[in-house]
């Protein structure tokens, strides 16, 4: 995630707030904030994101992958699945707007 487009509070002068960000900094786990009963935020200590590790493709998932090909031939009209993709399309799902 890139930290530059969020912005920044200094907590410098909060000594409570320091206390829960040294906690989460420490444990590398992160924290919910709650007000009453209702999540407000989430402290997480920065650098702890872990990135998927991508796994090598094997020739038996290229063949896989070609075996698919042709799958839905004699199983699904194509020309009618279109037509109702682009009706479907035209159709707004979002209430009208009231100025």
Avoid at 2 to 7: K, L, S, V
Avoid at 30 to 39: G, Q, Y
Avoid at 68 to 85: H, Y
Wanted: charged share 35%; proline share 6%.
């Amino acid at each position: 995630m890139n930290n530059r487009n969020i912005p920044s509070i200094d907590i410098s002068n909060s000594p409570e707030l320091l206390r829960i960000v040294e906690e989460v900094k420490t444990s590398k786990k992160p924290r919910i904030l709650k007000k009453d009963s209702e999540n407000v935020a989430l402290i997480m200590p920065v650098g702890t994101a872990k990135t998927a590790k991508k796994r090598e493709k094997t020739k038996s998932d290229y063949e896989a992958f070609k075996s698919a090909a042709g799958g839905w031939k004699g199983i699904v009209d194509t020309e009618k699945l279109k037509q109702d993709i682009y009706k479907s399309r035209k159709i707004s799902t979002r209430p009208p707007l009231e100025l």
